[in-house]
C-alpha cells in the first residue's frame, strides 16, 4: 500500500478531489466514515496513512473504489501542479537554502504555482551544472578511495547479497556461465537483449517497464566484460539505486555495481579458499586466479584487494598504469608510496620509473607477469606485473605486497631489483645533470592534454549519460 510521503500526497489529493467532487466538507465526510474531520484533513494533507478499512469507507461514501482512490496518477493539472510542488519544496536542494517553504491555498492560481514550480526547475538544473566540476569529482574520487581504504576494499553486504542470487541461480563453482547470468536477470524480472546501437554516453541501458536489460552485441563469446557488464546493471536493481544526486553518489554507485559483479564472477566462499590453497602452497599468483575464474588480469589483481586483507591477513597494493606511465586504477593498503597532486588525488600521477608497473613495459617478454623487488622510502616491496593493451594503448596490472610478504607468491626468486626515491625528483623526474645543462633552453614540448574521468559531467537525470538519447533508444526498442 501507500508507504513514502509522495504517494500519500498523491492518494490525499485523490481523496480531497473525490470528496468535492462529491460535495461534501471534511466533516461531512468523517462523518459517513465514523472518522473526525480534522484526521481526514491530515490524510488529505498527505500526512497520515488510511487503514484499509478507512480507504473501504470513504471509497464508499464518495461512489468510487479504493482501486480508483489508490492510483498513482495525480487526479487533475490542479492536483498535479501541487504535488510538484510539494516534491520540489520537500527536495534536500530546496530545503539547503533554509527558505520557508510556501503553503498552497485554494485562492493560489494556477499560474503563480507555475511560475514558482519555474524557479524550482531552474534551481535543480543550475545545481545539477555544478555538481561535477573538477575539483569536486577529485575531492569525491578521493574521499570514496581513503573510505575503502579503511575497510580494506571490503563490502560483506554485498558480497553476502552476490553469494545469496549466485546459489538461487545454481551456480556451483568454477567460472560464472553466461547462462547463469541469463538466469540471474530472469529471476529479477529481467531478459538480456544484445543491441549494437546502444546511446554513446552509457554502457547499458535499463527497460524498467518491460524488464529489459540492454547491453552491447555478444562480439567475443566467453568474454568476461559482457558478464560483468549484465551484472553491473543488475546490481543497480539489487542495491536499490535511484538516480544519483551528487558526484559522490555517483562514484559510490559506480563502485557498489563494479563490486557486485567481481563478487559474481569470483564469490568470496570459493575465491578465498582458492587463495588460502595457494599461499599455503606458497604459489600464489594473479594469472592462476584469473584462470580459475575465468575473468581479466585486472578483475582478478582487483578482487585480490577485496580478499586478501581481510581473509588472509595480507596487505597489497594495485596499480593499473597506462604506457605514458599515468595512474588509471590504484588501490593500496600497504603504504607505497604513491605520486599524489596537492588534492590529494592519485588517478591520473604519473607512476615511478622505476616501479614494476612502468619497468614491464621495457621487458621483452611481456607474455608471462614481470615480477620484481623495488626499494622505497617506506620499505621493500614485491611486485608482479602484466602488460596488456586495450583500446586507449597499452597498460600494466600490478599487484604487490610488503616485503614480508612476498614469500607466498610465485616468482619471489626473482633477481630484479629497483631503487625508487620517488617523490625526490632526483629519482626519476629529473635528467641526468650533463644531460639537462646540454639541452636546457633548447627544448620546447608541446603538451598533450589528459582527458581523465575528472571532466565535468553532461547535467541531466543521471550524471554522465544524455538522457534524450537514452530515452530515443528506449522508444526504438520497446515496440520490437
Ligand atoms: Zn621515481
Not at 578511495?145 to 538461487?168: T, V, W, Y
Not at 604459489?283 to 581481510?310: I, K, P, Q
Not at 603504504?335 to 612502468?358: H, I, K, N, W, Y
Not at 605486497?401 to 626519476?428: K, L, N
Request: charge should be negative; charged fraction near 20%.
Amino acid at each position: 500500500m501507500a508507504s513514502t510521503g509522495l504517494e500519500l500526497s498523491t492518494l490525499g489529493h485523490r481523496i480531497r478531489h473525490r470528496r468535492t467532487q462529491a460535495a461534501l466538507t471534511l466533516d461531512d465526510l468523517g462523518a459517513l466514515v465514523g472518522v473526525a474531520g480534522s484526521q481526514l484533513s491530515l490524510i488529505e494533507n498527505g500526512k497520515r496513512e488510511p487503514k484499509l478499512s478507512l480507504l473501504q469507507a470513504i471509497a464508499e461514501a464518495t461512489g468510487t473504489q479504493v482501486s480508483d482512490l489508490i492510483s498513482g496518477e495525480p487526479p487533475n493539472g490542479r492536483a498535479a501542479l501541487e504535488i510538484e510542488l510539494e516534491r520540489a519544496q520537500n527536495s534536500s536542494v530546496f530545503r539547503q537554502l533554509g527558505i520557508a517553504p510556501i503553503r498552497v491555498t485554494k485562492g493560489m492560481s494556477d499560474a503563480t504555482i507555475e511560475s514558482i514550480l519555474g524557479l524550482h526547475r531552474e534551481l535543480v538544473r543550475r545545481e545539477s551544472e555544478a555538481i561535477a566540476t573538477p575539483e569536486e569529482a577529485r575531492r569525491a574520487n578521493t574521499e570514496l578511495r581513503l573510505r575503502m581504504r579503511a575497510q580494506n576494499n571490503h563490502l560483506p553486504d554485498i558480497e553476502q547479497l552476490a553469494e545469496k542470487q549466485l546459489k538461487a541461480a545454481g551456480h556451483v563453482s568454477g567460472a560464472l556461465t553466461h547462462r547463469t547470468v541469463n538466469i540471474m536477470a530472469e529471476r529479477l524480472g529481467f531478459e538480456l537483449i544484445y543491441v549494437d546501437d546502444l546511446p554513446h554516453s552509457t554502457r547499458s541501458v535499463t527497460d524498467l517497464e518491460h524488464g529489459r536489460i540492454y547491453l552491447p552485441p555478444a562480439s567475443i563469446p566467453g568474454g568476461h566484460g559482457l558478464r560483468s557488464m549484465a551484472l553491473q546493471a543488475m546490481a543497480h536493481r539489487l542495491l536499490g539505486h535511484t538516480p544519483p544526486t551528487s558526484y559522490a553518489d555517483f562514484l559510490q554507485q559506480r563502485l557498489e555495481i563494479n563490486y557486485f559483479a567481481a563478487c559474481c564472477l569470483i564469490p568470496e566462499t570459493a575465491g578465498t579458499a582458492f587463495l588460502q590453497q595457494a599461499k599455503k602452497d606458497r604459489n600464489l599468483a594473479v594469472e592462476d586466479f584469473r584462470d580459475a575464474f575465468g575473468v581479466t588480469h585486472e578483475a582478478a589483481g582487483m578482487r585480490m584487494t577485496n580478499l586478501m586483507t581481510v581473509h588472509l591477513g595480507m596487505s597489497l597494493h594495485f596499480l593499473r598504469v597506462d604506457e605514458t606511465g599515468a595512474i588509471t586504477r590504484v588501490y593500496e593498503n600497504d603504504d607505497l608510496p604513491l605520486p599524489m597532486d596537492v588534492t590529494g588525488a592519485v588517478e591520473g600521477q604519473p607512476v615511478c620509473q622505476r616501479f614494476s608497473a612502468r619497468i614491464a613495459f621495457t621487458q621483452h617478454n611481456r607474455t608471462t607477469e614481470h615480477y620484481q623487488y623495488t626499494d622505497t622510502p617506506a620499505g621493500t616491496y614485491w611486485c608482479s606485473t602484466q602488460t596488456g593493451s586495450s583500446t586507449d594503448g597499452g597498460f600494466s596490472v600490478t599487484v604487490g605486497v610488503p616485503f614480508d610478504d612476498a614469500r607466498w607468491w610465485r616468482g619471489r626468486e626473482t633477481s630484479h631489483r629497483a631503487q625508487s626515491t620517488c617523490p625526490d625528483e632526483s629519482c626519476c623526474r629529473r635528467a641526468p645533470a650533463d644531460i639537462a645543462e646540454r639541452w636546457s633552453g633548447k627544448a620546447w614540448p608541446s603538451a598533450r592534454v589528459h582527458t581523465h574521468m575528472f571532466s565535468p559531467l553532461p547535467r541531466g537525470n543521471f550524471p554522465g549519460v544524455d538522457d534524450g538519447e537514452v530515452y530515443e533508444f528506449l522508444d526504438r526498442h520497446a515496440s520490437q
